[in-house]
């Protein structure tokens, strides 16, 4: 498969989001913030979805020149609208108000509606780690997962994220679904079989193919307990910020539906780790970190370069397809 510089990768999908009418920084900031998954690992939410938010730049389900409003503004509470626009340059914008607003007041929470896709929800947690704050974000998208015992996909598959900032920083970013969906996308772009226990069809029955699932629902990791985690999850976005629910939100691998805007929501939490303690000094951070390596462990995320820090010259590995997509 073909392998790329990061900074050739960030110039050219900049590049792309430019053409496309994206204004240069908002373009920049969103190239950074989907070429980090590609060097995270994470190929199903890297410049393999590029083509797809081109395509609705292209229809209009994502407005190219979209401003943020301000809808709620409070001293620890900001809603922003986001006017239809990307989402990877709009909950970044949210994560660093959150993260100066937690620096004076201690919390901070900033919701962002209408908006779109923000790629991996782990890197927006950033912002805060790199400033010392705890950090907490959600988001939602297109409804894929069915509740608990039902047989109608009502849940998207509601991640959540979150980041310590320990030495290393602790990452947390998972769906609470049994697979990502984009994970089953890249799936089924290489023809390959999923894992049990992963999907279902249309109909409900489980299905190892990847083109079925994506045309089905996803399972709940952890059976009902995922489930739960889910409600949580669109009753903070969807339910609550709006202005839609996931199981009304455009599908963004179903081309029939490019020209229809996502309005997706999302929500995020800054906390400044240093005010937390009961008891002032606190050495157990460190204590914990320390422990976690003794007993042979290490931190989730630990592994995953500073998305803010990335060095242009490190190299991704992305599949032929997106390489040919893309005219690299």
């Keep these: 498969m073909p392998q790329l510089t990061v900074g050739s990768a960030i110039e050219k999908a900049q590049g792309l989001l430019e053409a496309a009418g994206v204004p240069s920084e908002q373009a920049v900031t969103t190239a950074r913030c989907i070429v980090a998954s590609d060097r995270w690992g994470i190929g199903s939410h ?56 937690a620096m004076i007041n ?60 320990t030495d ?49 629902m996803l399972a709940p990791l952890g059976g009902v307990k995922g489930y739960a985690v889910a409600v949580l999850v669109e009753s903070i976005t969807g339910m609550l910020i709006g202005p839609t629910l996931a199981k009304n939100i455009p599908d963004m691998f179903a081309a029939s539906q490019d020209a229809l805007p996502q309005q997706i929501s999302h929500f995020v939490i800054a906390i400044d780790a240093a005010k937390l303690s009961v008891d002032g000094a606190n050495n157990r951070t460190k204590e914990f970190v320390s422990e976690v390596g003794t007993a042979g462990g290490r931190l989730p995320g630990a592994n995953r370069v500073n998305p803010e820090k990335l060095k242009l010259d490190d190299e991704i590995t992305i599949t032929d397809q997106v390489f040919a997509q893309l005219g690299f």
């Excluded at 400033?131 to 509601?158: E, Q």
């Excluded at 089924?188 to 109909?203: H, M, N, S, V």
């Design 46 to 101: 890297g410049l393999m979805r590029l083509p797809f938010y081109l395509a609705r730049l292209q229809a209009g389900g994502i407005k190219a020149d979209a401003h943020l409003k301000t809808v709620t503004d409070l001293p620890s509470l900001v809603v922003f609208d986001g006017d239809d626009g990307l989402g990877h340059w709009q909950l970044q914008h949210a994560a660093e108000v959150a993260a100066e607003r």
């Design 106 to 165: 201690g919390v901070a929470a900033v919701g962002v509606g209408r908006s779109n896709h923000c790629g991996a929800l782990g890197i927006y947690v950033w912002p805060m780690i790199n400033r010392g704050l705890v950090g907490i974000a959600f988001s939602t998208g297109p409804a894929v997962m069915p509740p608990w015992g039902g047989n109608k996909a009502l849940l998207s598959t509601s991640p959540l994220a979150a980041g310590i900032p």
């Design 168 to 216: 290393p920083p602790t990452v947390i970013d998972l769906a609470t679904s049994a697979v990502a969906r984009g994970k089953i996308q890249a799936k089924a772009q290489a023809g390959a079989e999923l894992e049990p226990g992963w999907a279902f069809t249309k109909d409900g029955a489980p299905t190892t193919d990847a083109k079925e699932a994506l045309a089905g």
